[in-house]
């Protein structure tokens, strides 16, 4: 069964900093593409940063570029999200996503498994 945990989540004023976690298992942690989406009530996902196979293969939305970095552990079988210099335009529910790669990751509908979501709340 393929379970993906995020945690990490809280309320920070602008200009804070928040670093999500995602715990992954049942799934071939290292071979997937795993991402992290933010979505905010009546707006579809949109894409946060995606991660693939490789260290490399890193792609961000252009209003993260700069302020969130994006890794993974392998070893821990975990995805992190570093979110610095955080803006009220930030705010939303955070997901991670994995799914086998394709070529179109930065599409939400690319990805069949999802975590529960964790809230970011900034403030201004």
């Known amino acids: 069964q393929v379970q993906l945990a995020e945690s990490g989540g809280g309320s920070v004023h602008a200009g804070g900093s928040l670093k999500l976690s995602c715990v992954v298992s049942?799934?071939?942690?290292?071979?997937?593409?795993l991402g992290w989406f933010r979505q905010v009530p009546g707006v579809e996902r949109e894409l946060g940063a995606i991660?693939?196979?490789?260290?490399?293969?890193?792609t961000y939305a252009d209003s993260v570029k700069g302020r969130f970095t994006i890794s993974k552990d392998n070893s821990r079988n975990t995805l992190f999200l570093e979110m610095n210099d955080l803006t009220p335009a930030d705010t939303g529910m955070y997901y991670c996503?994995?799914?086998?790669?394709?070529?179109?990751?930065?599409?939400?509908?690319?990805?069949?498994?999802w975590g529960q979501g964790t809230q970011v709340t900034v403030s201004s």
């Open positions: 996503a994995a799914d086998i790669c394709t070529g179109f990751d930065t599409l939400e509908s690319s990805y069949n498994y």
């Open positions: 049942g799934l071939p942690f290292a071979e997937y593409c």
């Open positions: 991660a693939g196979i490789d260290s490399d293969s890193i």
